[in-house]
């Protein structure tokens, strides 16, 4: 069974520091990739998207994802975090097979201002 | 952008007694919509996936009778819970995707479902 992974549960920044968050999937065939935020009591939201060309993908608000395929990974980066970037980030995976998506269980940002 | 609405925003009902849950996709057509189940803290978890005009299908261990799905047109899925018990209390998420190949999904706000 399709799976996704994020190692980090927590992690507690301080403004201005970078961030990386770790997402690693469990398939073989192609996937389409995708990061989604969800700010304290709002709905998800699309941070950005793999689908194919460049593995290095740039999103909103300064974020951005490298997709590793032989690492099948999709690891967020922001150089410069912010106090607004406090919310849930989930990593989610959409094989080519269909039209599900698998989302990883979450990591909770805190940002300290 | 592409809009999805959820109706209600919460609420609760009594162990025993059926839920109904809308999802509506406002501004464009939803030929695929998707529900699924947040837990506190944890991820979504799809729960089913329904195409306009045909029977859904639901993931591994999510009973169909208990969660029946419904999506009668191209702008409105629906979510029924049906003899809700306190274990079915959670945070119940709809998406849409535009066309059938779903490439983005667009998310409502979530529905809270309370059960007493």
């Known amino acids: 069974a399709q799976s996704v992974s994020q190692h980090n549960h927590h992690v507690i920044l301080s403004e201005a520091a970078s961030l990386e968050l770790g997402c690693n999937y469990s398939?073989?065939?192609?996937?389409?990739l995708f990061w989604y935020v969800q700010y304290p009591g709002q709905h998800l939201q699309l941070l950005l998207k793999?689908?194919?060309?460049?593995?290095l993908v740039k999103g909103i608000k300064g974020f951005e994802a490298e997709f590793i395929k032989s690492k099948f990974s999709f690891n967020l980066r922001k150089p410069s975090v912010q106090w607004s970037d406090t919310a849930e980030y989930f990593c989610?995976?959409?094989?080519?097979?269909?039209?599900?998506?698998?989302f990883g269980t979450g990591t909770s940002l805190t940002v300290i201002p | 952008g592409a809009v999805v609405s959820q109706h209600p925003s919460r609420v609760i009902c009594k162990s025993g007694t059926s839920v109904k849950i809308e999802c509506r996709s406002l501004d464009f057509q939803a030929t695929t919509m998707f529900w699924y189940r947040q837990f506190p803290k944890q991820s979504l978890m799809l729960m089913a996936t329904s195409n306009e005009g045909s029977k859904a299908t639901y993931e591994q261990g999510v009973e169909k009778d208990k969660f029946l799905i419904n999506h009668a047109s191209l702008t409105l899925s629906t979510l029924t819970v049906t003899s809700a018990h306190p274990e079915d209390s959670s945070f119940y998420i709809c998406?849409?995707?535009?066309?059938?190949?779903?490439?983005?999904?667009?998310f409502g706000p979530g529905t809270r479902l309370t059960v007493t």
């Open positions: 793999y689908f194919s060309g460049d593995p």
């Open positions: 998406s849409a995707g535009a066309s059938r190949s779903a490439y983005e999904q667009y």
């Open positions: 398939y073989g065939g192609t996937v389409n």
């Open positions: 989610a995976v959409r094989p080519d097979t269909g039209n599900q998506f698998y």
